[in-house]
C-alpha cells in the first residue's frame, strides 16, 4: 500500500517540468553522495533496507499465541436425558 501511495506522488512529481528538475537534480545529488562515501554510504543503505525488512520477517515468524486448555472442560457431559 505504501508502495502504491509513493508511486502516485512522483508520478505527480513527474508531471510539472520544474519538480521533474529538481527530483533529478536530487538523485544525482544523492547518487554523487553514495559514490563518494562508498563504504560508509553502502553500510547506510544497508541498515536502511534491513531496518524495514527484519521487523517483517519477525512479524511473519513469531510463535503463536496458544489458548489455554479449560481445566473444566473433562467435567462436561451431555444430558442424559433430552427434553
Known amino acids: 500500500m505504501i ?3 509513493v508511486a502516485f506522488l512522483v508520478a ?10 529538481l527530483f533529478v537534480l536530487w538523485l544525482g545529488q544523492a547518487g554523487k553522495w553514495i559514490g563518494d ?6 553500510l547506510i543503505i544497508f541498515l536502511a533496507v534491513a531496518a524495514s525488512i527484519v521487523p517483517v520477517y519477525l512479524m511473519m ?3 503463536h499465541r496458544v489458548e489455554p486448555v ?3 472442560e473433562k467435567y462436561k457431559h451431555d444430558d442424559v436425558m433430552p427434553d
Open 61 to 63: 515468524h513469531w510463535p
Open 12 to 21: 505527480f512529481l513527474l508531471i510539472s517540468s520544474s519538480s521533474r528538475a
Open 70 to 72: 479449560n481445566p473444566m
Open 3 to 5: 508502495w502504491a501511495t
Open 37 to 42: 562515501w562508498a563504504p560508509f554510504s553502502y
